[in-house]
């Protein structure tokens, strides 16, 4: 019971991905893909900052006072560089689905794919 209390942030980040993929794999909806998407982007910032606990050594910078363990800097400044990188990607993707509105005049993945007659 308690091994798996220890791992309960892996357990709900594996839980938020598979929300995530399932929102991507199943709805036909770009806007709702793209949630989908952030779902999953979510999951993976959440493992990183939960792997960058450290148990030994010391942190950096700031020598021996303080006990382990410590959150690593390194797992925080990747995952702010990635929450920049998918907000800009997010931005771009809306951007598209609106000009893909007004070409086709619906965003719905099943419409955008029937050929024409």
Same mark, same amino acid.
């Given at each position: 019971?308690?091994?798996?209390?220890?791992?309960?942030?892996?357990?709900?980040?594996? &839980?938020?991905?598979?929300?995530?993929?399932?929102?991507?794999?199943?709805?036909?909806?770009? &806007?709702?893909? &793209?949630?989908?998407?952030?779902?999953?982007?979510?999951?993976?910032?959440?493992?990183?900052?939960? /792997?960058?606990?450290?148990?030994?050594? /010391?942190?950096?910078?700031?020598?021996?006072?303080?006990?382990?363990?410590?959150? /690593?800097? &390194?797992?925080?400044?990747?995952?702010?560089?990635?929450?920049?990188?998918?907000? /800009?990607?997010?931005?771009?993707?809306?951007?598209?689905?609106?000009?893909?509105?007004?070409?086709?005049?619906?965003?719905?993945?099943?419409?955008?794919?029937?050929?024409?007659?």
């Amino acid at each position: 019971m308690t091994e798996g209390l220890a791992h309960l942030d892996y357990i709900a980040v594996v &839980i938020l991905f598979a929300i995530g993929l399932y929102v991507v794999l199943t709805k036909q909806n770009l &806007i709702k893909k &793209i949630i989908g998407l952030n779902i999953m982007e979510t999951a993976v910032f959440g493992l990183i900052v939960t /792997s960058g606990m450290v148990d030994g050594g /010391s942190p950096p910078l700031l020598g021996q006072g303080l006990e382990p363990p410590y959150a /690593s800097p &390194i797992a925080h400044a990747l995952v702010l560089t990635g929450i920049v990188v998918a907000l /800009s990607v997010t931005a771009l993707a809306l951007v598209l689905i609106l000009r893909v509105k007004a070409e086709c005049g619906s965003i719905e993945l099943d419409e955008l794919l029937e050929p024409d007659e």
